[in-house]
């Protein structure tokens, strides 16, 4: 063969060896994500506002893990690839404190702005659209990704559970950039990373967590997607 | 066992013998949907502004189906439950013109309001909401349900395709009229009918049309949605 074979949609990069930070890597959904990592055998930093909180959430994942607790500023910094996992209240000041550290990078945002009430959970406005184009606008010089909104943190922290049968969607404006996250997705063992539209169509992606909370309250479940025929 | 059975989330109702009309019938998504249940035995009542052009697309689904066509109006008085697949444009009036036909009755919305450009598509603000949002709040004396956002028209219409591996998120704050459109969603081979959440959660599911179209250019495919875990 001479000719190059001919690119896939579902053909993923290498990622192997690749660090990554975990911003908000304390709270359930970063933590969660940051074992499954670990497991799959990258180096993991869990990022906070204080080392000594983050190398806490480093330990409670276990032993013998690939993961340690730093900075915010260290662990961006560090880090190859950085997953935001913050909570909503704190999304924009915290990425405006790191956009030196985070330029150049693959910023992976999979914050959910979310509101709760008696009636359950209602998507938050956000005046960028979603909190993806908020870390695009706030980021200008790194190369934001959304994804991961979806993953239950319980099943990620679950050591019974060894497999997710679960879709990522992975969305953003740089083709290598979003290839490079479905890599990722699918060092997670039963996970699929798919690549699902541009930043501009994050937000339905985002909301569509609170339509999940009321399947797991109706179903009893820890519900996530496949998406059919691909 | 003299208890009742505990009623579970799972429990359909019988929706054998519904007729159903289907206003925008004379288009791709509501001729499918109205060829799919006609072939499942339902009666089927394909509503448009003028009879004749609602009767030549029933007759354009094949010969020995359950499907006519009528004024929109007389698909409204006529049918147990009615279905509205108008384009986003007429949607308001069409439905403000029929409000007297839907009183009393299931109102199955599942317009996506959508736009297109280079980028390729993108939902639509909507005053309300959401176009289900705008039904409920046109039709007040109606019980508005959202559904069957996601179904591929092209398989809907295709000969060769018997199944559609396909769960359908319904939407509404009526319970008892979610279910009944769940069990409608489960007439149709392959579909399970899912609750979705309430009303002022069907933006993002419509919303989420976008993303299909997404993947569907990108992986070449007829993406549909599963919910896993349930």
Not at 145 to 174: I, N, R, T
């Amino acid at each position: 063969m001479t000719q190059e074979q001919q690119k896939t949609p579902h053909d993923l990069p290498d990622v192997t060896g690749l660090k990554i930070g975990i911003l908000g890597g304390t709270g359930d959904q970063g933590g969660g994500l940051a074992r499954r990592f670990a497991l799959a055998g990258h180096e993991v930093i869990i990022g906070s506002r204080k080392a000594e909180r983050a190398q806490q959430a480093a330990d409670a994942l276990g032993e013998g893990l690939p993961v340690r607790g730093a900075e915010n500023h260290a662990a961006a910094s560090e880090a190859d690839v950085v997953i935001v996992a913050v909570p909503w209240d704190g999304h924009k000041a915290t990425l405006e404190s790191l956009r030196a550290e985070l330029a150049g990078k693959i910023v992976v945002d999979c914050v959910n702005p979310m509101g709760f009430d008696k009636q359950g959970a209602f998507p938050l406005p956000v005046e960028e659209g979603s909190a993806a184009q908020q870390a695009a606008a706030v980021l200008t010089e790194s190369r934001v990704v959304a994804a991961f909104h979806h993953v239950s943190a319980k099943l990620l922290l679950d050591p019974e559970v060894d497999e997710m049968e679960l879709d990522v969607l992975v969305l953003g404006d740089d083709r290598d950039a979003t290839d490079l996250v479905r890599g990722l997705a699918a060092r997670i063992p039963g996970m699929r990373g798919i690549y699902g539209g541009r930043l501009r169509n994050a937000h339905q992606v985002e909301a569509f967590t609170a339509n999940l909370i009321s399947i797991n309250r109706r179903y009893k479940a820890h519900a996530g997607l496949r998406i059919t025929d691909v």
